[in-house]
Structures are given as structure tokens and as C-alpha cells.
């Protein structure tokens, strides 16, 4: 039970449906697991109506009622990092194609029946029908939308029921115009993309972490989960181990349809890994601002991620590294060596860099292009794996670099902690 530290974290699926995954994530800190369910309910963007504007209202049901429902449909929000953007990032004053997708309702009843308002009446106005107020040049998101984004999950698919609005009889009617915007579910639930996300540990309770209540038989009171399976049952008069810990982390994750459970689990460990890298470089004490530098100045400076010489000075280094010239990742690495690559490798680090081609989600690694991809992926066979193996993972005594890895976090302008 004991966590190996020399093992790689490892991912098995288990299940992948069109909405939903289950997978085992072994090998990780229970603190890493719980960070990941907590960024993949709450820090993934979509789109959702944001704003509602009523025309008419005679149904049964107040403006807000109506509103607030509309809200907590799940739209369409594939690749939303790059389809959309933030409206707080936008140049207009209050909505655009750019940062806002436009959806009317208008349904009237004009027979004598109960009617059903649902979301597959929910119409997104194309371009130059409605027509937004303001005069904006299309940004480069628009060419990066999906055909359907910003539609309502399953509208036109009749294997999915729609999401009930309202019921109207006779002689009543709703029309409204309704805005969607981009945003997170720290902000609001309805920009969640999961419906669900749990994980379970230790099924056999070795641990302890559990204390079960219990009238006389506590195996019979209390049965085990499918997870059991997975896991050798203890003897009975097994010594506790105090200092075990969890290691296998069986995940389900289960979206709205937004977003596909794919998409939810690489999104969470690109936001996680994004999170870090900020609380990292908001550790570093006075960092270095290479552009306000000479270019001699700026060369001259060590890395940003601890490939220091020993003897160099010990700014701009990350944390606590004075003992030691590799960064966080560990000793294992030869400054300067590229063979584990860390982070830096195209397809190393977490598998999340989208010029990675060992990404490896349910299929195996290296199949793109840089052979030694390790990656978040399936097969541990990769030599270069992510994450803290002997000579791998993050930081450790790769050369400078941009882009990947921990030295050079993703700008992060649009969502996290800095904004
Ligand atoms: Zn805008």
C-alpha cells in the first residue's frame, strides 16, 4: 500500500461513453486526485445564458423563474478555450459574436392542449440575422467553432430528451432573446461542465480512513463496491499499516453533454498544471522582467526554472533550491541533460501540451510525433513518462526553454487565479 515513488502515475479507462468515463488514476498524491476532481467541476469553461431579455411572458411562470431556467441549460461549448472568449476580455461594451452567442425563444400555443417549451426551441440566430448592436470585427475565435457550438446539448437528436422550460396552454406565449457567455463554474453552477464527479479510494477500507456504523455484522451492513475487485482484500488479522497511503483512485466523471468527458479530463489537468506553474512564479521572489531588460541582460539570466549552475546566484530560482541544481522534479536529473526532457519534451510533461503528440488518451502513447512521448497516457512503457520519474518529470535539469513544462506557464490571461 505503500506509495512507490519511483512509479509514474498511470491512467487505466475502464469505461468511455458519450458522456461519461471511468478510469483508475494510480500512483498520485490523494491531494493531486481531489485537486483534479475539483478543477474538472469547477475551473473548465463552457458557454451559458448569461443574460435574458423578455419580450413576452404569459406563461404561468415569472420572468426570473424563466430566466434562471434558461441558464442552467447545457450548451454546446466544444473547444471553448479557443471559440470564445471572455467578455470581460472583449472590446465591445456588452456582447459580440466574438464573445457571445445569441439564442431566441418564441414559442406561442394556439390549440386547445397543454404545450411543452423546451430547449430544442431554443434557436441560435446565425450571423446577420438579428444582428448584434454593436459594429465588431470577427476575432479569430469565430473560424474555431464548432458548426453546433453554443447550440443546446442534443437539440435535433432525438436519442436525447430536451431540457422542459415551460408548460403553456392556449393563447399563451414566450419570446425572448436570450445571451450566452463564457465562464466558469466558480462563478456560477451553470457553466459546470460535469453533472458528476467522484472518485473512491480504498474500498477495502485498509486504511481507516472510514468508520463505519454498524448494528452487528459490519461486512454484511456494509458491502463492498465494485471497486473491491481491484484490490486485495486484507486478512483479518492483518496489522494496520499507519503509514500506508492510497494510491488507486477509481474516477467517474460524468458531463452535461457540453463538453465530451475526453475534453473534461485533458481541460482539468492543462487548468491544474496552469494553477501550479502561476502559484510557482508567484512564489519567486523579485522575478526578473526580461522585457524591460537589454537583450545582453536577458541571456545572461539562468533559466527560470531551475537549471542553475551551483555556483550561479540564486535569484530567480524557484523555491528552496539552494541544495540542489535540478528544480522540483528531484535530484534524478542531469542538469542539462534532455533525455528525460521533463516537462520540455514535445509530448512530455503532462501530456496536455497541444503540441504533444504522445497525449495518449485510451490509446497508446508515442504515437505522434516525438518518439519518446510518455504523457498522460495509458501505456507506461514510454521511456520519457510525465511526472517525477527518475530523471523525468517536471523541471528537472532540462535545458531553457519556452512554453512547456513549469519554467514558462501558458499566459494566463483568461481564467485562474490571476485575473
Ligand atoms: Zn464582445
Redesign the pocket.
Known sequence: MQVNDLLEPNVRIRELKKDRVNFVLENVDISFANSLRRVMMADIPTVAIDMVEFDTNTTVLPDEFIAHRLGMIPLVSTNCDEAI?Y?RD???LE??????IELILNVACHESRTMDITSNHLDVVVRGGFGWREE?DDGEEIARRSENFGHPVGKNDPSVQPVLICKIRKGQELRVRCIAKKGIAKEHAKWSPCSAVSFEYDPHNRLRHTTYWYETDIKKEWPLSANAAEEEAPLDDEPFDYNAKPQKFYFEVETDGSLGPQEVVMKGLTELQTKLANLVLGLKTDPPELDTLGGDAATQLPPANGTLPAQAAPRATGWGQEASPAGWGGAAGTPGSSAGGGGGGAGGGWGTSPTGGGTAWGGSSGSGASPPAGGWGTNTAAPAGAWGAAGSGWGTGSPPRNNTGWSSPNPQTQSGWNV
Do not use: E, F, P
Open positions: 472568449r467578455s472583449c472590446t465591445c456582447s459580440c459574436q466574438n464573445c457571445s465588431v
